[in-house]
């Protein structure tokens, strides 16, 4: 196994309920090798969005440390160097809400670029168009706008977008949960073709089992907030040890009981 592209360290995170504090994330460590995929699963409101949101550096009040290919990137908000921001991308889970819906899916694919400092005008349209290639999408789409895309295609921007600044880490936080199942397939697949291409490190957070038991090699398991059991992912599949695992495997359809 190659040396951790992330790790990531007792993060923490707690959100003000009245006058109480709340743990979203208690105490959640993990690492993500180069050309690995790491599942994060567990129920709505285990924490699973909160962990993706440590990571890309979006979470007001975290504690915790962050490496990068063994470099110490802050862990809050705002601290964070462009190039740092640039090597820990996200793609979410709503392709219609996180492509802005008054540019052209060229723009939206060149702005991190532009941002970024990378290419010139002209070195950037052309990486639109191999990018949207690579996607499995027609470079002639460039010139439409969000809207005029199925939910499919609007996933694949997302993901090209993602990959136009060439990050080392893809934080995937349920990006298959909003398309029908033979989107979905499409679309792992396509994550699965690029991370073999481009030896990309993946977060993949979901509460669908099916998906991440197809994508996965590791998978941690994630309860109010704390990280209940690890492994790779056919051992935890095969033999779960926690309670709340078995639990979460035991409601999968098709589980024998
Ligand atoms: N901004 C916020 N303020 C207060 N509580 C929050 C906030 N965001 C999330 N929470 C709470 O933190 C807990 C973890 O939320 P989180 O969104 O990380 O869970 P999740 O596993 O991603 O759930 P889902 O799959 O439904 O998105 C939940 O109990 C949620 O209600």
């Known amino acids: 196994m190659s040396a951790a592209m992330l790790e990531l360290a007792d993060a923490r995170l707690t959100y003000r309920r009245g006058a109480a504090r709340f743990a979203a994330l208690d105490g959640v460590s993990l690492s993500v090798a180069q050309g690995e995929c790491v599942g994060v699963i567990g129920e709505s409101g285990s924490g699973k969005s909160s962990l993706a949101r440590v990571i890309a550096g979006l979470a007001e009040g975290a504690t915790g440390t962050l490496r990068l290919a063994g470099e110490a990137v802050p862990i809050t908000p705002g601290a964070r160097r462009r190039e740092q921001c640039r090597r820990i991308q996200m793609v979410f889970q709503d392709p219609v809400g996180s492509l802005n819906p008054v540019l052209t899916i060229g723009a939206i694919i060149a702005e991190g670029m532009a941002i970024h400092g990378i290419g010139t005008r002209a070195e950037r349209r052309e990486r639109v168009a191999a990018l949207l290639a690579d996607v499995g999408?027609?470079?002639?789409?460039?010139?439409?706008r969000p809207h005029e895309l199925s939910g499919g295609q609007r996933q694949r921007v997302a993901i090209a977008r993602a990959l136009a600044v060439e990050p080392d880490l893809l934080l995937l936080d349920e990006p298959t949960s909003a398309l029908d199942l033979v989107v979905q397939a499409q679309i792992l697949n396509l994550l699965l073709a690029l991370q073999e291409a481009r030896g990309l490190a993946y977060l993949f957070i979901s509460h669908d089992l099916d998906v991440v038991r197809h994508l996965c090699h590791y998978v941690h398991v994630i309860t109010a907030g704390q990280i209940v059991e690890s492994g790779p992912t056919e051992a935890v599949f095969a033999a779960p040890q926690h309670p709340y695992t078995q639990g979460l495997i035991a409601a999968m359809p098709g589980a024998t009981r």
Do not use: G, K, N
């Open 137 to 144: 999408l027609d470079p002639a789409l460039a010139a439409r």
